[in-house]
């Protein structure tokens, strides 16, 4: 992707979670595109910014050029349906950087394994999972915007290109991944996203 554009508070058990309204539209930052990392892949924690959380989500992979697209149409710019890992530096996040930075570091996008295509995102099961442990899980049908609704937003601020993908939100249960632990995203109908974390050396 040339970017990834990552949706915050877009789970409305997250948002409780959180401790902060529901928001009034889509709250929008970029993961550039130099995060990204695929299966199988580490994600790896930078020295110095403390807790590192997983995120599990949906990702949206666009499969054509999209300008100012309606909801209406939103299906035909959609190439399917993948897994993502919105990795974020939470201490840092919490004492006030911004999101881009606290999202942005190598590593800390982790996308795939698959892109399911012909897939009705508007209800899928997305779950986080570490060291086998369930520690997320929700439905997209809880999305406070839906896919649909995500692309016509975001393309009415930037184009979106074949191959960028929204990272539409993440359900409650966020937690620590520590050096040595196994993290997994799985969608429903997509597959499982599963990453090694390991210290930055």
Known sequence: PTKIVAIGLNYRDHAAEQGK???REP???LKPSTAVVGPGDPIELP???GRVDHEAEMGIVIGRRATRVSAADASGYILGITCSNDVTARDMQNRGYQFSH????DTFAAIGPSIAVGLDP???AVEGWVNGTKRQGSRTSQLVFSAAELVEYVSAIMTLLPGDVISTGTPSGIGPLVDGDTVTVKVEGVGEL???VRNRR
């Open 21 to 23: 309204p529901l928001p």
């Open 194 to 196: 599963t990453n090694p």
């Open 102 to 105: 606290v999202k942005g570091f």
């Open 47 to 49: 020295p110095g910014v």
């Open 27 to 29: 709250m929008l930052f």
């Open 122 to 124: 508007a209800d899928l």
